[in-house]
Structure formats: structure tokens, C-alpha cells
């Protein structure tokens, strides 16, 4: 089906006015079998062939790609508002039945929500070892090329929020597993990849509100897993990081989560006087932002 047909003649003109072979043109950025496949239109490009040939060749594929792709079928719209809504309450049945109900339009599905769906799988899936097969499937569709395990994974930029939702599942699943270090690296992929993003001039991505929170959660995440292992140092690097951020961001309302995270790694770290005046600012924060249940668990 040419469903990116617009976009790939688009990418054939461009190329052959640089002169350019098939083979030339990706060298570096996607296989030529990949390539051959987006260009007939046969395959969405992913994210990150879309930045790869914008730095490669100083031009905004992005918005090329934009101003040229189908938009989205009113079945996929659908699904996409569904399954977002069903994920952001928690509802696994829900979920399950949409999987169940979109089942049949799946070929048809544009990248993300094929992406989406194998996310919903994975959240479903009580199975640790199967839940994370999921997710490295639906991680499949922006990264065609990966080899497909947790390993290959941590060697590649994730650009699409669904990506590193997938991602973070994984480590999520390595923590069931009590595989603490591989979710400290995954984790540690993540907050890489989103720095990656964060620091683009190009178009191809905006700070949105889903890194606004799922960057700091992330840190967090990894905090309580580095403080657990006894890396105290590396973990107070990456929760002032954090701080840093969301005060930069002017996001308040998660700071006590951080806050509380570096006044415990100080404590552990036995600098009492500088854990101290981390916990007025988180007691601060608390009350500011009527938080008041969180400060009950200062040990003593």
C-alpha cells in the first residue's frame, strides 16, 4: 500500500538533483533495503532517518515529510485518542479491549500506532520476559534496523515519546526481575536520548509536555536504583540534573519528588548539615503546593 507514496517521490527528486545514488544518499543513516522501501513509499521513515538526512544534507526533511505524508485514517485517529486515554487512567481491561477491537486495522496502522499497540501489549502482559518482547517490537518500528534486543537498544537515539515510553517499560519489566543493573543502563539510555532532544535546533522536536514529566520521572527512577546500588556520587549528579531542569522549566509541582531524592542520597552520603537545608526546600515545597502527606517520612 503507497501510503507514504507523496513523500517518497519527494525524497527521489531531491536525491537525484544531488546527484546522488540510492546506496550514497543513506550511506550512514539506514540500510539501502530500508531505504529503497521508504523512497517506493512502501515504509513510514522513521524519526530518526528524517534527522539523520536533515544533518546530513542541511535540509528540513522533517518538514518535507509533514507537508507530504497522508494524514492519519479517522480508524487510526481513533484508536490512537483511545488507547492515550485507556493508558493515562490505568485501565488494563480497557486496554485489552482495544487491542482486541483494533486488532484487524493493525497492517493498516501508521508507525506510531503500531508502536502504541505493542505498547499496550506490553503494559497487559503480567509475563516479564514476554512484556518486554513486546516492547522491543513495538521499538522495532522506529529503529527497522536494530537487531532487536536490549543491548542493540542502548547503542541508538529513541526520538518518538512512544519510544521511550517503550523503553522505560522495558527497564520497568528488569526491575520485576530484580536485573537492577541493565534497568540502571536502560534508564540512563533514556535520560540520554531526551537530552538529545532537548538540546535540538531543528524543527523535528519541541519540548513537550510529556518530557516535562516524564524527564524528571525518569531521573528519579534511576536515583532510587543508584542510591539501592551505594552509587551515591554518580546518583547525586543526575538528581541535581534534574533539579536543575525543573527549575528551569519552572515546574514546581514535581520538584519535591527530586528534592526528597537528593535529601536521602545526602543523608546516605552522611553530609547531614547539606541534607538538612535540602529538606527545608523540600518541606518548603510541600507546603506550597499543599504536599503535606510526604512530609511524614523523614526518618529520624
Known amino acids: 500500500m503507497d501510503n507514504w507514496g507523496l513523500f517518497g517521490r519527494k525524497l527521489r527528486s531531491i536525491r537525484k538533483e544531488l546527484c546522488q545514488t540510492q546506496e550514497r544518499f543513506c550511506d550512514g543513516i539506514c540500510s539501502l533495503r530500508q531505504y529503497k522501501r521508504i523512497e517506493s513509499g512502501t515504509n513510514e521513515p522513521t524519526l530518526f532517518v528524517l534527522d539523520s538526512l536533515s544533518s546530513k544534507y542541511n535540509l528540513d526533511f522533517f518538514t518535507i515529510y509533514k507537508k507530504t505524508e497522508r494524514s492519519n485514517s479517522d480508524n487510526d485517529f481513533s484508536f490512537i485518542n483511545e488507547m492515550n486515554d485507556a493508558i493515562d487512567l490505568q485501565d488494563v481491561k480497557r486496554i485489552e479491549e482495544l487491542i482486541s477491537k483494533y486488532s484487524d486495522s493493525f497492517d493498516s496502522m501508521g508507525l506510531y500506532s503500531k508502536m502504541l499497540w505493542y505498547y499496550g501489549k506490553s503494559l497487559c502482559e503480567e509475563d516479564t520476559d514476554i512484556s518486554i518482547d513486546y516492547a522491543i517490537t513495538g521499538l522495532r518500528y522506529e529503529l527497522p534496523d536494530n537487531p532487536g534486543n536490549h543491548e542493540s537498544f542502548l547503542q541508538v537515539k529513541v526520538y518518538s515519546n512512544i519510544g521511550l515510553c517503550l523503553l522505560n517499560r522495558i527497564a520497568f519489566n528488569y526491575i520485576k526481575k530484580e536485573n537492577y543493573s541493565l534497568a540502571i543502563l536502560i534508564y540512563k539510555h533514556i535520560i540520554q536520548c531526551i537530552e538529545s532532544l532537548l538540546s535540538f535546533s531543528s524543527k523535528l522536536y519541541?519540548?513537550?509536555?510529556?518530557?516535562?514529566?516524564?524527564?524528571?520521572?525518569?531521573?528519579?527512577?534511576?536515583?532510587?536504583?543508584?542510591l539501592s546500588d551505594g552509587n551515591l556520587e554518580e546518583a547525586l549528579v543526575y538528581v541535581n540534573k534534574g533539579i536543575e531542569y525543573l527549575c528551569k522549566m519552572n515546574n514546581s509541582k514535581q520538584l519535591h519528588i527530586l528534592l526528597w531524592r537528593k535529601y536521602k542520597i545526602l543523608a546516605a552520603m552522611g553530609d547531614i548539615e547539606a541534607a538538612d537545608e535540602v529538606y527545608n526546600s523540600f518541606r518548603v515545597i510541600c507546603e506550597l503546593f499543599n504536599q503535606k502527606e510526604y512530609l511524614a517520612g523523614r526518618p529520624k
Open 206 to 226: 519541541q519540548s513537550t509536555k510529556f518530557i516535562f514529566e516524564f524527564y524528571p520521572s525518569v531521573i528519579s527512577n534511576l536515583c532510587v536504583l543508584l
